[in-house]
T-cell receptor, first 114, second 116 residues
Framework: AQSVTQLDSHVSVSEGTPVLLRCNYSSSYSPSLFWYVQHPNKGLQLLLK??????LVKGINGFEAEFKKSETSFHLTKPSAHMSDAAEYFCVVSMNTGFQKLVFGTGTRLLVSP | DTEVTQTPKHLVMGMTNKKSLKCEQHMGHRAMYWYKQKAKKPPELMFVYSYEKLSINESVPSRFSPECPNSSLLNLHLHALQPEDSALYLC???????????????FGPGTRLTVL
């Protein structure tokens, strides 16, 4: 079975400082992993995805994530936070069960202070 | 263009009403999804259509009835809902190309449903 664990329910940073949102996964085979962002009362926007190509994945808005098989991690980072980054972030793994079924983490709320 | 549109944005209905949610995409995607999201929770999958056929029904109560009239359109018909059905209903679509593991879902903005 596949699962995702987001290690922090809330992360607080100051504007201009680095962001680290942690995600660990469990998968019986090579997974597809995604990060989605959800701003308040909005839908989910795809930030980036890993699909067994390069282990360092660059996404939109300056975010990137590194797939580390030895650590079963897929942490999301950004060098410098912006106020507009305040949102809920979901780490997601895809179940290849003959159809794409997504398994969501519980989410991390990113708070950015001035 | 990776846009999925949903109407209405907000819906308030009584427990005896019948209403429908609509989702549309013009990206040529062949899979479409309905999710339910309660406050401060991740989305929960409800239904999946692939090639306009229902592929997955996650044991959703029959008061929710999905319909896929064509490859671009997905509806969710609502009847005799309960207050606990109040939530954000999200639609998504994916191409179903390039291997299932690389398929990517694109989400709409959602419909905020309140059942009184």
């Amino acid at each position: 079975a596949q699962s995702v664990t987001q290690l922090d329910s809330h992360v607080s940073v100051s504007e201009g400082t680095p962001v680290l949102l942690r995600c660990n996964y469990s998968s019986s085979y090579s997974p597809s992993l995604f990060w989605y962002v959800q701003h308040p009362n909005k839908g989910l926007q795809l930030l980036l995805k890993y699909t067994s190509a390069a282990t360092l994945v660059k996404g939109i808005n300056g975010f990137e994530a590194e797939f580390k098989k030895s650590e079963t991690s897929f942490h999301l980072t950004k060098p410098s936070a912006h106020m507009s980054d305040a949102a809920e972030y979901f780490c997601v793994v895809s179940m290849n069960t003959g159809f794409q079924k997504l398994v969501f983490g519980t989410g991390t709320r990113l708070l950015v202070s001035p | 263009d990776t846009e999925v549109t949903q109407t209405p944005k907000h819906l308030v209905m009584g427990m005896t009403n019948k209403k429908s949610l609509k989702c549309e995409q013009h990206m040529g995607h062949r899979a479409m999804y309905w999710y339910k999201q309660k406050a401060k929770k991740p989305p929960e999958l409800m239904f999946v259509y692939s090639y306009e056929k229902l592929s997955i029904n996650e044991s959703v109560p029959s008061r929710f009835s999905p319909e896929c009239p064509n490859s671009s359109l997905l509806n969710l018909h609502l009847h005799a809902l309960q207050p606990e059905d109040s939530a954000l209903y999200l639609c998504a679509s994916s191409p179903l190309m390039g291997g299932q593991g690389t398929d990517t879902q694109y989400f709409g903005p959602g419909t905020r449903l309140t059942v009184l």
